[in-house]
């Protein structure tokens, strides 16, 4: 990579906003994440999934509250699950569709005000590569 943009920080420093929490389609949860959240908030997995999740196809996501945040995102713009966040949450923005379709940063850059715009496709797959590679290691 020949240009100023080489690691996840160069491209990427959350400002802990809020924003990715809120919004149209929802955070996918995998069975981990359901039996960490559940163990975390002392609740039985079938029981986690009948109170704060929906179907989006055939996956669960967790539910948008009335004010269009997680429903574990509180009025004091934190996370009451943070310990435990979800497999996507821990993921963004260095998400898989990156790496197939660098495009798409722009896009959620749009959304993000910790996102660093116009990339140079190369380097971002790369960083996005390395950054999921950590995260999956650890996952």
């Known amino acids: ?3 100023e943009y080489k690691s996840p920080g160069d491209v990427f420093e959350c400002r802990q906003c809020g924003d990715c929490c809120k919004g149209f389609g929802g955070t996918y949860i995998t069975p981990r994440d359901i039996s960490d959240i559940s163990k975390y908030i002392k609740s039985d997995p ?3 999934v009948e109170k704060y999740c929906d179907r989006s196809g055939s996956r669960h ?5 009335k004010n269009g945040y997680c429903i574990f995102f509180d009025k004091r713009k934190q996370c009451t699950i943070h310990p435990v966040k979800p497999y996507m949450c821990r993921a963004w923005p260095f998400i898989q569709t990156i790496i197939k379709h660098p495009e798409n940063w722009n896009a959620m850059a749009n959304s993000c005000s910790g996102m660093k715009k116009d990339i140079p496709y190369g380097n971002l797959q790369k960083i996005v590569a390395v950054a999921k590679g950590k995260l999956d290691r650890t996952a």
Do not use: A, P, R, W
């Open 1 to 3: 990579m020949d240009s």
């Open 61 to 65: 996501v967790l539910t948008i509250g």
């Open 46 to 48: 079938e029981k986690f």
